[in-house]
């Protein structure tokens, strides 16, 4: 099995360039799974809920649809961040994962980034796993930020992933210290689906920083971009590889576990 993580410069507010961006990795594609960043469909950097609720959509709407019609035509697992709505009128920074039998399922981000909370609402699904039986793969979502905080990728392999999954629009370099021991420590996959470029809102300027990546399950990394190319990385996966939490004949990294002596 393949996974892709695809590396791009979302057009802010742009959301057609952005879903003709995007279609066009996805037809080009030879992995199984695709990735693309935190709010991929439009851009980062908004600075009230007037502009996320405008360009926001429900988890079944038109981009939604365009995108399941996409999964099925090419028998791809396809997620991707976007201003997600719901029936109350809230809006949250969510990542969509989309299989090709035409379910779908969202995680809308926990832990909000700087002046998110402007613009987003704090997400309430809390973190959790996709399954796909076709493709025998069980993937983890989180998005961006949420990677600060290890209970996060935790309480994903605790709930049985395969894979983590990580949309981000990451400003700063230094995830690449932690990654490979959120792969290793929890004995999953981790790829991280980075943005590229600039956004500059009131004389602000965000400038994202690439480098997304792939990490074994042994925290190996396996495939790396660099700052600033839009790009897709491939690599080979073996989710059921991940399920068997011992690394030698005694001691299993969950069954070890000893949550009675932990403060969380
Ligand atoms: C981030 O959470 N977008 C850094």
Redesign the pocket.
């Known amino acids: 099995m393949k996974i892709s993580v695809v590396q791009f410069s979302p057009n802010f507010k742009n959301k057609t360039a952005n879903i003709i961006r995007m279609t066009e990795f996805v037809e080009k594609s030879v992995s199984d799974v695709l990735v693309f960043p935190?709010l991929s469909l439009t851009g980062?950097f908004f600075l009230d809920f007037d502009e996320t609720k405008s360009l926001s959509e429900s988890n079944d709407g038109e981009t939604a649809e365009h995108f399941k019609n996409l999964s099925k035509k090419f028998n791809k697992v396809i997620v991707y961040g976007f201003p997600e709505t719901d029936d109350s009128g809230k809006v949250y920074n969510s990542a969509i994962t989309i299989f090709p039998d035409g379910s779908s399922y969202v995680y809308r981000?926990t832990?909000?980034?700087?002046k998110?909370s402007f613009a987003f609402n704090p997400g309430n699904t809390g973190f959790n796993c996709f399954y796909y039986a076709p493709f025998d793969i069980n993937i983890g979502v989180m998005?961006?930020?949420?990677w600060r905080f290890p209970e996060s990728a935790r309480t994903l392999a605790l709930k049985g992933a395969d894979i983590i999954v990580c949309p981000?629009?990451?400003?700063?370099d230094v995830w690449h210290i932690s990654m490979p021991s959120r792969a290793l420590e929890n004995k999953v996959y981790l790829a991280v689906a980075n943005r590229t470029g600039e956004e500059a809102r009131d004389e602000e300027k965000l400038i994202f920083k690439g480098q997304s990546a792939i990490w074994g399950y042994n925290g190996e990394l396996i495939v790396k971009a660099d700052n600033f190319s839009e790009i897709e990385l491939v690599a080979e996966i073996f989710p059921e590889k991940t399920r068997k939490k011992s690394f030698n004949e005694y001691n299993d990294i969950f069954s070890d576990r000893k949550p009675e002596y932990y403060k969380i």
């Open positions: 935190e980062y981000k832990h909000l980034f700087y998110e998005i961006c930020y949420d981000s629009n990451l400003v700063t």
